[in-house]
Nanobody, 121 residues
Framework: VQLQASGGGLVQDGGSLRLSCAASGSILSINNMGWYRQAPGKQRELVATITSGDSIVYTDSVKGRFTISRDNAKNAVYLQMNSLKPEDTAVYYC????????????????WGQGTQVTVSS
């Protein structure tokens, strides 16, 4: 199983970006999906998460600005980021809680490679 993230880049204060992340491989189902971020010198923090039933949680600092969504047919999760601020600058990592069968059924988190988001002031 692999998670491929894309969509990061450099944007000015107040701009927008859309991150995408797709899982590929032998997958039975995906439970939670979401995004974390890690800024230089800081711990990785949860940005947003979405369950298989579309329940959503955002960290307080992004509420009203970011929107998480998923496409179950594509095993994909997205993060629409609007009104970006310099403090949003970080490497963004997607994750997915994936249920798969390799001899036995297992469920665990898989992570994407990270995509850099830089917001200039």
């Amino acid at each position: 199983v692999q998670l491929q993230a894309s969509g990061g880049g450099l944007v000015q204060d107040g701009g927008s970006l859309r991150l995408s992340c797709a899982a590929s491989g032998s997958i039975l189902s995906i439970n939670n999906m979401g995004w974390y971020r890690q800024a230089p010198g800081k711990q990785r923090e949860l940005v947003a998460t979405i369950t298989s039933g579309d329940s959503i949680v955002y960290t307080d600092s992004v509420k009203g600005r970011f929107t998480i969504s998923r496409d179950n047919a594509k095993n994909a999760v997205y993060l629409q980021m609007n009104s970006l601020k310099p403090e949003d600058t970080a490497v963004y990592y997607c994750y997915a809680e994936i249920r798969r069968k390799v001899l036995v059924i297992t469920t665990r988190d898989y992570w994407g490679q990270g995509t850099q988001v830089t917001v200039s002031s």
